[in-house]
């Protein structure tokens, strides 16, 4: 079973700028995609951001040119960057693993960390 621990976080003031970090545990055929999602009260969970085990990286267009998605050496342990962060960036942010299977990637998710954007 593989288990993924978020941190970072918290509370920041509009155009501020925090870190969040994924790490997986336990896979044991590794790690294929990473992805950070988020939630806002009232919406639904939207992709943040994602990278592949090669590295390429895909942003939804409301954090392009302000986060940064990226992967450890490890290949296990996954950071977004957060720049220019606005009100409407809070959320409980999840990172979510494709770890390997015998065939196939399986999703795992986080517990989630909240991100609050207020003065």
């Known amino acids: 079973q593989v288990q993924v621990v978020e941190s970072g976080g918290g509370l920041v003031q509009p155009g501020g700028s925090l870190s969040l970090s994924c790490v997986a545990f336990?896979?044991?055929?590794?790690?294929?995609?990473m992805g950070w999602y988020r939630q806002a009260p009232g919406k639904q969970r939207e992709l943040v951001a994602h990278?592949?085990?090669?590295?390429?990286?895909s942003y939804a267009d409301s954090v392009k040119g302000r986060f940064t998605i990226s992967r450890g050496p490890a290949n296990s342990t996954m950071y977004l960057f957060m720049n220019s962060l606005k009100p409407e960036d809070t959320a409980v942010y999840y990172c979510?693993?494709?770890?390997?299977?015998?065939?196939?990637?399986?999703?795992?998710w986080g517990q989630g960390t909240q991100v609050t954007v207020s003065s």
């Open positions: 336990g896979s044991r055929f590794g790690v294929a995609g």
């Open positions: 990278i592949t085990s090669g590295g390429t990286t």
């Open positions: 979510k693993v494709e770890a390997w299977g015998l065939v196939r990637p399986y999703d795992y």
